[in-house]
């Protein structure tokens, strides 16, 4: 079965730690996509990357970190630097980065920061 | 800018009422894109429709239906018959505009869909 996974599902990580969120994707897509959403809040863009090697900051990328050194894989580093990390952190993918096509999500992984 | 707004925080209604979600959208582009997505409780964001600006067509899909209107900029959702299944938060996102090569999508803050037995 095609699809995105990210894992792990629950992370607990102490203050001032870096903690890296893994997204896979095996539908040979070229985009690939980070957002945040926030309790009663929609979605917000972190990072988004078109292609192997290449990746654009988002909306709210101050205090994360990605790289894509393989078309399957998008990891998302959570840094200390980033001031409100606890949140509900989706990863999504498409054909590519035009809106023809639709974005498809992985199951998402809650981050709690204490 | 672009903007997307769902000025229904949460809805409740008992199952088998029709309900409507509502979605009003800003862009100065002439082409661009409109989704909704589900997201039930699992978290996953399960995609549900794509129209492009071109197209005016309402559309339908079993109990769920779609209303576009380009002259309100609007891109309503009615589930007709409601069933307990249907809850979930719903979204509604706008891609228009290249920006880098790419087009982002922008999401409304979501509508709360509770229907209760």
């Known amino acids: 079965d095609g699809g995105i996974t990210q894992s792990p599902k629950y992370l607990f990580r102490k203050e001032g730690q870096n903690v890296t969120l893994s997204c896979e994707q095996n539908?040979?897509?070229?985009?690939m996509y980070w957002y945040r959403q926030d309790p009663g809040q929609g979605l917000r863009l972190i990072y988004y990357s078109q292609i192997v090697n290449d990746f654009q900051k988002g909306d709210i990328a101050e205090g994360y970190s990605v790289s894509r050194e393989k078309k399957e894989s998008f990891p998302l580093t959570v840094t200390s630097a980033q001031k409100n990390p606890t949140a509900f952190y989706l990863c999504?993918?498409?054909?590519?980065?035009?809106?023809?096509?639709?974005?498809?999500f992985g199951p998402g992984t809650r981050l709690t920061v204490t | 800018a672009q903007k997307v707004t769902q000025a229904q925080t949460e809805i409740s209604v008992v199952e088998k009422e029709d309900v409507t979600l509502d979605c009003v959208y800003e862009t100065r582009d002439t082409t661009y894109y409109l989704f909704w997505y589900k997201q039930p409780p699992s978290g996953e964001l399960v995609f549900l429709i794509r129209?492009?600006?071109?197209?005016?067509q309402n559309e339908i899909s079993g109990r769920y239906s779609w209303n576009f209107q380009k002259s309100t900029s609007s891109f309503n959702f009615t589930i007709t018959a409601s069933q307990v299944v249907d809850s979930a938060v719903y979204f509604c996102?706008?891609?228009?505009?290249?920006?880098?090569?790419?087009?982002?999508?922008?999401f409304g803050q979501g509508t709360r869909l509770t229907i209760n037995p």
């Open positions: 129209r492009n600006s071109f197209d005016e």
């Open positions: 996102a706008l891609g228009s505009g290249w920006i880098q090569g790419a087009q982002k999508l922008v």
């Open positions: 539908l040979n897509h070229d985009a």
């Open positions: 999504a993918s498409s054909i590519d980065q035009s809106s023809v096509y639709e974005q498809y």
